[in-house]
């Protein structure tokens, strides 16, 4: 599976839209020092076996000597530690998932056991096919993974891990503590309708994740958890039903407490309304000029997973864990997000300016402008609403969702 190189960005001027740093050049000093105060984060330190850890980088980098910097910094789903080269200066990151631990039976002496599983070695593995071909095919700034082990059995360092390029960047919420000014605002709004652009450049055949098969080489695999690992599909409508099957309302409890009666009607009726309304449609749903060319999703878009430097240019993106592709209107509405996957917002339409400026400058074509807005668009906020455990616009969504295909026929 190969993609054509996209096209380099016109150049951009510092004053114009910064975009991709060069701490090198202009000096870098890393703000996070660690958070080590949830008990499975702790455990996982415990137990990870760090002394096998700098054998295998030793290997790996070509008998480099290396040490580690400060303790442990935790991430929500992982713990990362940076390993500096005493020889020249230069440094790696190792990413440890947070091991669950499984409850020991009453009555038995405790003893801890490791919750990973097929599941979690796929996603991890698929993760690293992404952000393998991410980086080889586009522009975007990710970490380079040296190397890797998924495996939680026979494995000396004792628990799976990622070793990758260390990028001199700080997350947003680490800049700054209070909430930025518009400028900041709109660097960030234009660094991510520039990646999205960047993403737009790779379309790929198949609705599902990238794997790695045996021999190292990315493929296709199903489609993450929240769409049950089915797939890897061939049309829209098997995507959107697959994602029907298996949602989850973000606020469940919602459900049964008899909160508010329109509420949780929507909330209820919405996916069986909508698996009928793609079976009524799926002929006209499949037949978009845009299908059989879908797009890479990151599912957590968002600045908590962009690294930045202190002028909040672009340094890296980072946790593409449960990635996939979707068709060309989804990817356009779930990379936008919260923050501006509706156009009808005015942080919409501001991110659609800067969608339409990267089009220009990146020689593109208006493919993905215009996807914003459409009728599937539409439907796709709908359900992200629905994830995030909104109600309020679901049923209307996807009358009419129905009523554009009525029209059209």
Known sequence: MSAAKPPVPAAITSTERPLISSPESTGFNFRWAGDYCDEESELTYVHTNWDALKIVVKTLSGGRECEYEGRYHEGGRHIVRRLLFVDRGDQWLVRVPIMQTL????????????????????????????????????????????????????NPVNFPYILMECMKGNVYHELICAEPIEEIWSKIRSILA??????????????????????????????????????????????????????????????????????????????????????????????????????IVHPDFTPSNVLFDDNWNLVAVIDWESAFTAPLEIFAVEMANRYYGDIKEETGRLYLEDIKYYEKQLGMDTTLSTAFGSTLGDLAISMHHYKAGMAFSLLGAVERFERSYEQAA
């Open 194 to 295: 520039w990646v999205q652009c960047q993403l737009a450049t790779i379309p790929l055949p198949l609705l599902g994740s990238l794997i790695l098969t045996n021999d190292g080489i990315v493929d296709f695999g199903p489609l993450p958890s929240m769409f049950g690992h089915q797939g890897p599909h061939t049309s829209t409508s098997e995507y959107l039903l697959s994602w029907a099957a298996h949602a989850q309302f973000a606020l469940s409890d919602v459900l049964d407490s008899g909160y508010d009666d329109f509420v949780v009607g929507n909330a209820i009726e919405f996916l069986p309304h909508l698996q009928a309304a793609i079976i009524k449609n799926q002929i006209a749903i499949n037949s978009s000029p845009h299908e059989g060319r879908y797009y």
């Open 103 to 154: 409850p020991t039976p009453y009555g038995e002496e405790e003893a801890l056991e490791w919750t990973w599983g097929e599941k979690e070695k796929r996603e991890m593995e698929s993760e690293i096919a992404t952000m393998t071909y991410v980086r080889k095919n586009t522009q975007i700034p990710i970490p380079k993974v040296f190397g890797y082990n998924s495996r939680l059995a026979e």
